[in-house]
């Protein structure tokens, strides 16, 4: 594989993308950035504040900006919200230079303390909207079996190419 390409995580919220991508950057040797601490970086507040006070369409908004920043650069392993693939733009700058891989992970295990989409719109309605997209979009389906055990998996497929 390219070790210029980035590699970004996707997948419903809650389904380990920034455990996992802190181990997989930590076992290639690369730097691990996650869009929701840019955007908790950059707004001064936490994600739920943004939904909260400012509402959706602004935290995707930022969302964005946060996505454009981390894919302009090079070999890091990107964590991404579990709804970056609600706005159609982000694909090309997930697309530009990276491998995707789409996060599965059974839905009665994902949390939704502290997600406010989660809460108000239940797993089940995201996962219906959401789950052909994150197919769609992705280079690779990896079950969530543990953070290590995915890191390992990816890692492995990594390999083959």
Do not use: H
């Not at 995580?9 to 920034?18: R, V």
């Not at 991508?21 to 994600?47: V, Y």
């Not at 839905?107 to 797993?123: A, D, F, Y």
């Amino acid at each position: 594989m390219n070790e210029e390409y980035n590699i970004i995580l996707i997948g419903m919220p809650g389904c380990g993308k920034t455990s996992i991508g802190m181990a997989l950057a930590k076992k290639l040797n690369r730097e691990f950035a996650d869009t929701d601490e840019s955007i908790i970086k950059t707004a001064g507040k936490s994600i739920p504040d943004i939904f909260a006070k400012d509402g959706e369409n602004a935290f995707r908004a930022l969302e964005t900006a946060a996505l454009r920043e981390l894919c302009e650069r090079r070999s890091l392993v990107i964590a991404t919200g579990g709804g970056i693939v609600t706005r159609p733009e982000n694909l090309c700058f997930i697309k530009q230079n990276a491998m995707v891989f789409f996060l599965d992970r059974n839905l009665s295990e994902l949390p939704v303390c502290g997600r406010p989409l989660s809460q108000k719109e239940g797993i089940e309605a995201l996962a219906a909207a959401r789950l052909p997209l994150y197919s769609q979009w992705s280079d690779y389906t990896v079950q969530v079996c543990g953070v290590e055990q995915t890191a390992d998996c990816i890692c492995g497929i990594l390999l083959m190419k």
